[in-house]
């Protein structure tokens, strides 16, 4: 599953740009070029300028967005679409409020206190700060991990920078909000890892804010060296480095690895690339570019022959390391998308489910009926006509299939559920099951905590290929004044829901949309 690095070596001809492999370029400018495997890793790096990228991005276009309607993509569409640009605004907020992040100066711990203290609130107990001198110098980065289910398997870094400046570098003491450069990447890492805190992963994340980068990468020198030296498999770094303030064409720019120390790691960083220019075209409606590696806190990474990649929102902003850097001049929408495009590429490549696209079962509930179970559905509305009340009993000479009956309070009603199967073969009886649930919308509409289940069915009958089955009924006694919310999901051993593999909150809403075997019916009483 977790394909390993690539020995560093000289690629025979030419870079991912077409541009010779031996290129130098940012940071690396002026070194000697060094035989394969030999490069000579530097205790810093140049001061970084990000407001000039040495190569133009070019425009990718990546493949059409197609639903699979089947994990893991329908889960994946189900967690970007909770990814909240209020949490985001927060978090920048929050950061740029503090008179300066310079790395000498006093105020910096209150950033690394804050930074910490979210990483905590959203339930990791692994929160570290790691300390690193140079020059003189010490700070802190900040180091979030989430352990994967493979022990002493590989680690995915997501980092940014959490430090910043004004223009003289040597001004400890001014004003430096630093809104986009760079609490919008910090607060990006946090509102990931808030989302991916009840999520299984098979390769451990450590998530990174760093100290120091402004003045020549040092916490991400210090942080790389540590890494490799402890042996750690570090399988992917992703940084994020301004990413709030989009450019006029809207783009975002996925940068990769174009030759740098070690061209030897160029074609898998490229490859990521493309998965995550992918995830910005199947999950946002985000443009997309391609663009170099440069001068960010990936480069003492790749500089080790790690693969790397970036987001970036491009050149062109007017507050670069200036006062006016503040949290009023970010799109927070477009932070927004930036944060699903690197969380979708994170699940992409680390989610720990099966992969049922091949499975020949699909069930599904209908939202309306024109619902054909094709993902996301269009317009879910808590009208689903798969669920319906019936106030007696078969026993009692009742008839399910005459329709729907208003609940009546205080005594036994009885709901039943249509399964549908849109696979190309049948599901056998005693195979697949629908549990049923209600929810007093005056209380709380969150899934699951404000849902109580009513009953579990093993499904009897054979569901054939095209066709469905009625399925109940599940009894219970409403007791409401107004309207309850009935849910219903459908699961199989080879297609699964999304609650069968995510135990966190979700909206209803986006849970009915993009996951076909969840039905919702809001019921008046």
Known sequence: MWPRRRAAGRKNDQGGDGRPATRRHGMYAGQPLAAPGTFAVPDSFAVPDKRRPPSAGVWVTPATRKWAGTLPDKFIATLVELVSAGALRSTVEALAAIPTRHTFSPHLGEATTLIADRFTAAGYPDVVRRTWSHAGHSADNVVCTKPGTESGGPVIIVCAHYDSRMEDLDNVTARAPGADDNASGVAAILEIARLLAPVTLSATIRFVAFSGEEQGLWGSTAYAAELHAAGADVHRVINLDMIGRPPADGSVTVERDLGNAVPGNDAASQALGAVMAQAAASYTALPVKLGPIYDSDYMPFEARGDITVGAYEGEGNPHYHRTSDKPATLDYGYLAAVTKTVLATLLAEALDVADEAGSAVDLYIRDSLADTGSQPSPAPDGASPDLWVRNNDISAGDDPELGHQTPVNGVPNRLYVRVHNRGTAAVGGGVAQVRAYRCD?????????????????????????????????????????????????????????????????????????????????????
């Open 441 to 525: 919308p005056v209380t709380e509409v969150t899934w699951p905590t404000g849902f109580q289940p009513i009953g579990t069915l093993v499904i009897g009958q054979t569901i054939p290929a095209g066709g469905s089955v009625r399925v109940g009924p599940f009894e219970w006694t409403p007791q409401t004044t107004d309207h309850e919310v009935m849910f219903a999901i459908a699961s199989a051993p080879s297609d699964h829901s999304v609650p069968d593999v995510y135990p966190g909150e979700l909206d209803p809403d986006i849970l009915v949309r993009f996951d076909n075997n969840v039905g919702r019916r809001d019921v008046a009483a």
